[in-house]
């Protein structure tokens, strides 16, 4: 079960997306608890402040994120809200990728999420609400050619939160996709706080008005 304190987990956090959507759910009271980049990304979250958990670590690496689970679960318990900001691709024409590679990115892509997502199952299934918000692109909509990898894996992703959405809604669990269709950048209607702005809508939407999928565009 969740604690007193409303709880959130941001994986795979930048100095973009991440960074903001951390921000903009402590300023809603909540406590963060922040996946990020090792390096610069961490240290620069850890100085924040207002973050009480900032672990670096590569969450395409089931192992290190399964260790990362665990010491959040130790300090902080577990999540009703569960933010999956991570994707993992490189450029390239499918028939160029090599298999290793196409594997390990379906790997970072689909069950390194799903690790997480079955760590906070149980207890958002217990307390009958909770959300799964995992942000996407405009690649799972409309691959490109050249960038066959990154494609699959926002397709991937995307196909996960709808089946998650089929899977729990009527559990109480909310689990949507957003997707960026642009390039992120500051001043913009694809800014990072924009992008926050409408995580943060879609986890607090009446049960009734539950969106599985939101289009963000600039």
Not at 88 to 114: F, M, R, S, V, Y
């Amino acid at each position: 079960m969740f604690g007193e304190s409303p709880f959130a987990l941001i994986a795979g956090a930048g100095p973009g997306i991440g960074r903001a959507a951390a921000l903009r759910f402590a300023r809603e009271g909540y406590r963060v608890a922040v996946l990020a980049k090792p390096g610069e990304t961490t240290e620069a979250l850890q100085a924040e402040g207002s973050l009480p958990l900032v672990l670096g670590v590569d969450v395409a690496d089931r192992r290190a994120l399964r260790e990362a689970l665990a010491q959040v679960e130790a300090a902080l318990g577990f999540p009703e809200v569960l933010v999956w900001n991570a994707s993992h691709g490189q450029p390239g024409c499918i028939t160029q990728a090599e298999d290793a590679a196409l594997l390990g990115d379906l790997e970072a892509n689909l069950l390194a999420p799903l690790d997480a997502i079955r760590w906070v199952l149980p207890s958002m299934r217990a307390a009958a609400r909770g959300s799964i918000l995992i942000t996407g692109g405009g690649l799972g909509l409309d691959p490109k050619h050249s960038l066959a990898s990154s494609s699959l894996g926002k397709a991937l992703q995307r196909h996960l939160a709808l089946l998650l959405d089929g899977e729990f809604r009527e559990q109480g669990i909310h689990a949507a996709t957003l997707a960026v269709c642009g390039f992120v950048q500051p001043g913009t209607p694809l800014s990072p706080d924009a992008v926050a702005g409408a995580l943060w809508e879609l986890h607090v939407q009446e049960r009734g008005t539950w969106e599985r999928e939101r289009l963000l565009r600039g």
